[in-house]
């Protein structure tokens, strides 16, 4: 069976971050280019949890370093309707990070993907058919989802699934939004995580984009694991929503992203619960009562 940790966090990203990794069986075989994907989705963000936090994210490449220090790390992320990857990097501290890192002797680098070379891939999908593919997504040794907890107006929630979203290189990506549940899928397809994490310390109910009034949810968990649609359901099941009425992740069964009823170590799901409220544009969708 499919297994994903549910963490508590408890004051330090890089030890909860390692309990939850050892719960899957830690990070297996790591390879070069060890590539990260966080979700950065805006560059207006007055909450400060609508995208992946970056102390998260360091914490995740000290890890991978102890693992092979000769690791070259990529953090990815594309233009987007709300915002240049390159001045996103900049603002929300990743450029900075990988300085640092680089400045230490290591091979870390910041890469905006709509600027990078594309191949042309054989691939039959719900969308796409036979689409340009960047190169650094082939050539990926390993290949991390780190996403947050948040509704979202057109697919309820967004996590590890969604995150990919954004590896599309096209900045106008508003023009995939009447087929997004197909697209997500096609793109999970193609490029296959080999762990899933969701930053849920906080998370985000109506994140700005589509929702008039934020709210911040404190669920104070990492939940981990190795297949996408494992991760979400969990994630989607601690916000009190039914995964097996929400569209890309009932496509997601189909191809082997993972399960609705993953095993879930480490803490209780029922007892970390955080009742979130649907988008005013999706009700009534999908309530669960556990």
């Not at 330090?12 to 069986?25: A, H, K, R």
């Not at 300085?99 to 070379?117: F, M, R």
């Not at 296959?192 to 985000?204: A, E, F, K, T, W």
């Amino acid at each position: 069976m499919d297994s994903v940790a549910l963490v508590k966090y408890k004051g330090d990203p890089e030890q909860s971050l390692q309990d939850g990794i050892n719960f899957v069986d830690g990070f297996k075989t790591v390879k070069s280019p060890f590539i990260i994907k966080p979700n950065i989705c805006i560059d207006v963000d007055k909450t400060g949890y609508a995208n992946t936090r970056v102390e998260i994210v360091e914490a995740l490449i000290k890890l991978a370093l102890t693992r092979d220090e000769a690791l070259s790390i990529r953090i990815v992320e594309s233009d987007s309707e709300s915002k240049y990857a390159d001045e996103a990097f900049e603002k929300f501290g990743y450029k900075r990070l990988a300085e640092k890192l680089t400045d230490s002797g290591y091979d870390v680098a910041v890469v905006n993907l709509s600027h990078d070379p594309r191949v042309k891939v054989e691939f039959k999908g719900d969308y796409f058919a036979d689409p340009e593919l960047l190169e650094i997504l082939l050539e990926a040794g390993y290949f991390v989802s780190l996403a947050v907890a948040r509704t979202h107006g057109l697919t309820l929630i967004t996590g590890v699934l969604k995150n990919l979203f954004g590896l599309l290189p096209k900045k106008g990506k508003r023009s995939y939004h009447p087929h997004i549940n197909e697209v997500i899928i096609d793109v999970n397809r193609m490029v296959r995580s080999d762990l899933c994490i969701i930053d849920g310390r906080v998370g985000l109910e109506g994140w700005g984009g589509l929702e008039p009034k934020p709210v911040l949810r404190t669920i104070n968990s990492l939940i981990i694991g190795r297949k996408p649609l494992s991760v979400d359901s969990t994630m989607a099941r601690i916000m009190g929503f039914n995964p097996q009425i929400i569209r890309h992740l009932v496509l997601a069964e189909k191809f082997d992203l993972g399960t609705f009823s993953p095993e879930v170590l480490s803490e209780s799901l029922e007892s970390s619960v955080v009742p979130f409220d649907e988008p005013p544009s999706l009700r009534p969708t999908a309530k669960l009562s556990l």
